[in-house]
Structure formats: C-alpha cells, structure tokens
C-alpha cells in the first residue's frame, strides 16, 4: 500500500509514502521533515516544537465529504506574521490532493486546480479576481505565512521555518480559493473549494494520534492574581480577568496587559448559554451560543461631543463559530462573519450589495478597544484601534474593516432587546455614561412580588413595559434611520490578519498552504 519506503536519511528509521501526490514526510521518529527526490531521500531539517492541536481530524483518518471518499494524510502548523498559528490538513480524495482547514468555527475545502495564477504584486485586498473557468473571485488576504511543523505527509518540500507568500480568496456563495505563492522560486500553485461546516464530513475510520490539546480548556488560573479563569474554548488566545483586569496570553500563561475598571458592569453574564431565536448572516438559528468575551468600545476623542460609546458580547458555539452582539444606543445588533466575495463592493464607498440588497454607506470611523473581558479568538490588546465603514438597508447592516493585508465584510441585524433579555438574561446593570438606565429594557426581569397593594402596581407597570418594549421592536426600522455612529462592527472571519484589525485572529486559516 505504500508507495515508496526506505529509511530515514537521518535517523534510519522506517518510512513510507502513502499517496502519490506526497513529496515529503515528517519522520515519527525523529521529528525531521523527509522530501523524496527520484533517486534518494533528503533532510529538509528538524521541525518546531510544536504542540498540535486536539483537532477534530488526525493523519489516518478516512471519511467522505459529500459523498467523495477521503484519507487525512498529513497536517502542518502555519504561523501568522500577526502571530497566531493554525493547522492545515492535507487530505486526497482518489488522488486529488485538497487541503481542509478551519477559522473560526468555518471550515474550508478546497482542491488542486488549474487556472492562470495573476503575478502577487498585482492582487490586493478587495480587488476582484478571474480564475480561469473557476469564476470571480474577492482577495479577502494576502500575506506570508511561516511553516512551523507537519504530521505525516505533505504535497509540497519546505525547509521547517520558510516563509510562504499566499492569497486567500472568497467567492459568491461561499465559494473559497487560495493561491499558494510559495517561496516565490516555483509555479504558483491554485487551489478552488468551497466553505462548509465540519458536519459534512463523515470520519468512518480513526486512524491517527490526538494528542492532548495544547491548551486544557477550563483549567487555567490568572498569572497576575490567581483566580480561576475560565477558558471554554480551545481557540481562546486570550482571557481577562473579571477580579483584576488583567489581559493574559491564554497558550504563555503571562500578562499581556492590564488595564483599568470597565466603564459598565455586563448586562449579559459571561459563560452564559442561550439560544439565538433568530436567523443569522447566514440564516441560522435556534442553535445555543456561549457567551465568551465582552468588550467596550467607543470612537471620538474622550470628553468630546464626538466620542461614543458602546459594548459588544463575543458569542461561540462549537459548530458554528463565532458571533457578537453588539448593544449600541439601546439596541442589539447579531453580527455574522461573511465572505468578502459574498459582498458585492464594487460601487463602495457609495453602496454595497449583499443578498440583491443596496446597503447604502452609514458612516467610516476609527475604533478602539477600551475594556475587555473574557476571552478571545484573537490577541485582543486594549488601546488597539481599526478603520471601519458601515452600510446600512432598513433594520439590517453590512460593515468592513480594512487593512493593508486583508479585507473583512459582516453582516448585522437588529435584534429586539427583548430577544435578548428572553436568550441570555440580559439586563442593564448600572446606566451607560451617567444616564439612568431605559425601564424598558429591563423588562424581561420581573420583580418578585411584594406582600399588600404594591404588588398590583408593579403588574401594572410591567405590562405598561412590555406594551413600551413592543413599540419599540415594531419602530425598530424608523429608528434606525436617525442613530448617530454605532460602532457596530466587523469580524475578521474569513482569515488571519490582524495587522490592526479589532477582530482578526492573528492566524487561522488561510485555505491551502500546498504546492512543490
Ligand atoms: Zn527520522
Ligand atoms: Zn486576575
């Protein structure tokens, strides 16, 4: 079943190809990446010592996507120049290689394909691309990656730490491609799929090691004070105290960064479950979210009649990713992550399209992180800021963050603070900016009922609520129209970046690292 074995060139331990499109292999042995050449075996060098993920595929496993038969062959750890790092797997269905990955809750396919490779100096983000008969497709990245370590095979021969150019790109209807750059000496290699979610993957065999995941979720104490910190998802990079503030590397186990007392107390507990009612960006619902991380934002320098303020809830949920809501003047947007090619930007700033739609631009403006809590996909810092713009149509909204690297587009409705009150307890807590807090917004919490004639009182003023909380939802549209700035914003989904970017990652995925 192999199809080429011999011995390590380093260690003289046994080796063997699998699949013919493979050109190297990390030995088990020795940790060396191995490269097959038409006479002999070479070492390419030792790879990072790196800790590989408790991921849901392993090299060994075989399953079908969609009904095509698949073997996982080999993984590797990229590493963003933002700083975060994520995995790749390179999988073979009947001898085609593919790579699959995963950012964010959103997974990728896509397969070695052929098409005119545009030179990269010419591709940046935003700009609309033709791959050959594969269609239009939006540069949502480009940037260079890093290969740190592998796991069984790889298409491709890199020395372990070679820096890698590649282009991420999003088409219409989830369509996804990448171009692989390499290190700029070979052909450029092109690889067309599509997004999906893990569910379409059938694993029927097991066949690999998981190592125990590097970061044990829910385990981990505060480094600056001690407290237990809790940390409910694997792809939390960091976490900030709720006792001291302090902002810690979640993988180092140290303290980034501290900051002072948040401007409010949260009006949503974190680490609370609810179900979301209402259709996403991507018109899902009913599905339970946990409510992560929250974070204070605003825009306009403080003490000034332009500065503004606003909280966001970073909200996760193991098949779907990650969403937020963003309470802004009142009212609560649920944001999604899109696909920069699901968004039509070419008569920005004007309009964009999305879903036939016309968005009609709202507002650009530079914001900052003022508060954290919680924790984050991405290595969140207090003080960041980013440029965001902002498109609106009725109760809905279409926003994007741009930096020089990559460009990314999410999509916003506005959700009935009732929702919200019903989902995940919400409740004002202390009053935003020195205002009382809105009665009505806390209507969802019924006072326990007083002994003697005050009770009747407080039904009475609780249904006169509710009425007042239905008028509101029903105006929520005209209401829109007049807000000032909201600082709803973006989620730097469909890749790495955050090269200044609020919500990027600092490293996820880009959808295929392959090549020779
Ligand atoms: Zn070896
Ligand atoms: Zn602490």
Redesign the pocket.
């Known amino acids: 079943m192999a199809v080429t074995s011999g011995s390590c060139p380093n260690c003289g331990g046994q080796i063997e190809f699998r699949a013919g499109s493979s050109i190297s292999l990390v030995c088990k042995y020795c940790k060396h990446v191995v490269v097959r050449t038409d006479r002999d075996f070479q070492n390419l060098g030792k790879i990072a010592d790196v800790v590989f993920g408790d991921t849901a595929l392993a090299p060994g496993d075989r399953g079908t996507f969609k009904g095509r038969s698949f073997s996982v062959e080999g993984r590797l750890v990229l590493q963003h120049p933002a700083g975060g790092q994520w995995e790749e797997y390179y999988v073979v269905f009947a001898g085609q290689p593919a790579w699959v990955s995963e950012a964010q809750g959103f997974w990728q396919v896509v397969w070695a394909a052929q098409a005119p490779a545009p030179p990269p100096h010419h591709l940046q983000p935003g700009m609309q691309v033709q791959l050959g008969t594969h269609g239009t497709f939006v540069v949502a990245e480009k940037n260079e990656a890093t290969f740190l370590a592998g796991e069984g095979e790889l298409p491709f021969a890199a020395k372990p730490g070679t820096k890698r150019l590649f282009v991420d790109l999003s088409g219409p209807g989830g369509g996804f491609a990448t171009i692989d750059y390499g290190d700029g000496t070979g052909a450029p290699q092109i690889y067309v799929g599509s997004q999906t979610s893990f569910a379409e993957f059938q694993i029927t065999e097991r066949g690999g090691d998981r190592p125990a995941a590097a970061v044990k979720t829910d385990a981990i104490k505060?480094?600056?004070?001690?407290?237990p910190?809790p940390v409910l998802s694997a792809g939390t990079e960091r976490a900030a105290?709720?006792?001291?503030?302090?902002i810690?590397d979640v993988k180092l186990q140290q303290v980034v960064a501290r900051q002072a007392q948040a401007r409010q107390v949260p009006g949503i507990e974190l680490g609370r479950k609810g179900v979301m009612p209402l259709a996403d960006g991507r018109g899902i619902y009913n599905q339970e979210w946990t409510v992560l991380g929250y974070v204070e934002r605003s825009t306009g320098a403080q003490g000034t009649d332009d500065w503004f303020g606003w909280q966001e809830y970073l909200l996760y949920n193991p098949q779907h990713g990650y969403r937020w809501l963003v309470y802004d003047e009142g009212q609560f947007y649920y944001i999604t992550p899109l696909g920069a090619g699901d968004v039509d930007a070419s008569r920005a700033p004007v309009f964009v399209v999305f879903r036939n739609l016309h968005f009609r631009r709202r507002n650009a403006q530079q914001c900052r992180v003022d508060y954290v809590l919680g924790e984050f996909y991405w290595k969140v810092q207090n003080g960041e800021t980013v440029q965001m713009e902002d498109y609106e149509h009725g109760r809905e909204i279409v926003s994007v963050e741009r930096t020089a690297s990559e460009v990314n587009w999410s999509h916003g409705v506005i959700v009935p603070v009732p929702v919200i009150v019903q989902a995940f307890g919400f409740q004002v807590k202390t009053s935003p900016y020195g205002a009382p807090p809105p009665a009505a917004f806390n209507a969802g919490y019924t006072p326990p009922a007083s002994s003697g004639g005050g009770s009747g009182v407080i039904i009475a003023l609780v249904i006169v609520l509710v009425v007042f909380v239905l008028m509101i939802a029903a105006c929520g549209a005209c209401s829109s129209g007049s807000r000032r700035s909201s600082g709803y914003s973006s989620s730097g989904y469909s890749s790495s970046s955050s090269s200044g970017g609020v919500r990027g990652v600092g490293g996820s995925s880009s959808g295929g690292f392959g090549g020779k």
Request: charged share 5%; aromatic share 0%.
């Open positions: 505060c480094p600056s004070c001690g407290a910190l105290c709720r006792h001291c503030n302090a810690s």
